[in-house]
């Protein structure tokens, strides 16, 4: 069984910053690429920012010079920096994992189950 579980979310002040981290376990054969996407209250679910296991990233134009990712692919894991935080950074931010299961062919997409990031003074 895969899971993913997501640490670091909580309440910033503007312009502050927290570092978001995703661990992926179970029988993991390989992932592909890992990302980050985020629901605030009332609106659709949008991507963040996103990476391959090659290392290359893109992001939202909203978030472009404000947060990196990295992932570590020894560890199964995915990280996102975010500086500059802004009031409409607020929402629960979910990772997600492109992920081929151990002695399954094809990719699934799977889910963190959400950590909420409040921008606030």
């Known amino acids: 069984q895969v899971q993913l579980v997501e640490s670091g979310g909580g309440l910033v002040q503007p312009g502050g910053s927290l570092r978001l981290s995703c661990a992926a376990s179970?029988?993991?054969?390989?992932?592909?690429?890992m990302g980050w996407y985020r629901q605030a209250s009332g609106k659709q679910r949008e991507l963040v920012a996103a990476?391959?296991?090659?290392?290359?990233?893109n992001f939202a134009d909203s978030v472009k010079g404000r947060f990196t990712i990295s992932r570590d692919n020894a560890k199964n894991t995915v990280n996102l920096q975010m500086n500059s935080l802004k009031p409409e950074d607020t929402a629960v931010y979910y990772c997600?994992?492109?992920?081929?299961?151990?002695?399954?062919?094809?990719?699934?997409?799977?889910w963190g189950q959400g950590t909420q990031v409040t921008v606030s003074s």
């Open positions: 997600n994992a492109q992920i081929i299961p151990v002695g399954v062919w094809t990719s699934n997409n799977y």
């Open positions: 179970g029988s993991i054969f390989s992932i592909r690429a």
């Open positions: 990476i391959t296991s090659g290392g290359i990233a």
